[in-house]
């Protein structure tokens, strides 16, 4: 969690300002609605955002971006869109935990070790299902909802850089 320009596990390790003033935000919130809530996460970003609510207001995705374009922000929506549709855990293949990959890897390798090939061309059909398994799960690597034909990588490239992204759902 973040906040006043300093990083904390939990409300708990606030400073007593913030802590107030979160308090307060959610008994406000409880008066008005009448029920019983209970703060369990919260962000503050300063860069620049585009927040997509789909209809229904049961999702909700936030693109954390730095513009390259004047169209960041056009990109920045379809890419909240794709956030929303598509439920990405990871932004990219660098951000996948290595223990996660290293799985799936010793798990593909496995499965192929006894299918007599060579051990370059079972690295290589590994490498192919490494990215066909994580293409799913990686928003950069996803094909573009809006274009089946482009990865969302390939959409944003030189239009923003995305920072990171949340996607709510209720």
Same mark, same amino acid.
């Given at each position: 969690m973040k906040?006043?320009?300093?990083?904390?596990?939990?409300l708990d390790?606030?400073d007593e300002?913030?802590?107030?003033?979160?308090?307060?935000?959610?008994h406000?919130?409880?008066?008005?609605?009448?029920?019983?809530?209970k703060?369990?996460?919260?962000?503050?970003r300063t860069?620049?955002?585009? !927040?997509?609510?789909?209809?229904?207001d049961?999702i909700?995705a936030i693109v954390?971006?730095?513009?390259?374009?004047d169209?960041a922000e056009?990109?920045?929506?379809?890419?909240?869109?794709q956030?929303?549709?598509?439920?990405?855990?990871?932004?990219s293949?660098?951000? !996948?935990?290595?223990e996660?990959?290293n799985?799936a890897?010793?798990a593909?390798?496995?499965?192929?070790?006894?299918?007599?090939?060579?051990?370059?061309?079972?690295?290589?059909i590994?490498?192919?299902?490494?990215?066909?398994e994580?293409?799913?799960?990686?928003?950069?690597?996803?094909?573009?909802?809006?274009?089946?034909?482009?990865?969302?990588?390939e959409?944003v490239?030189?239009?923003?850089e995305?920072t990171?992204?949340k996607?709510?759902?209720?």
């Amino acid at each position: 969690m973040k906040t006043y320009g300093k990083d904390f596990a939990s409300l708990d390790d606030a400073d007593e300002e913030a802590r107030n003033k979160w308090t307060a935000l959610v008994h406000e919130v409880v008066g008005k609605i009448g029920e019983s809530i209970k703060l369990t996460d919260a962000f503050i970003r300063t860069e620049n955002a585009f !927040v997509y609510s789909h209809p229904g207001d049961k999702i909700a995705a936030i693109v954390y971006y730095k513009g390259l374009s004047d169209d960041a922000e056009s990109a920045a929506k379809n890419v909240a869109l794709q956030i929303a549709a598509m439920n990405p855990e990871f932004l990219s293949m660098d951000s !996948v935990p290595a223990e996660k990959v290293n799985a799936a890897k010793e798990a593909i390798s496995a499965e192929l070790a006894s299918s007599g090939k060579p051990a370059d061309i079972i690295e290589k059909i590994v490498a192919g299902r490494l990215d066909k398994e994580f293409a799913d799960n990686v928003l950069l690597e996803q094909p573009a909802i809006w274009d089946d034909s482009k990865r969302v990588k390939e959409f944003v490239n030189g239009k923003l850089e995305i920072t990171s992204f949340k996607r709510f759902a209720i």
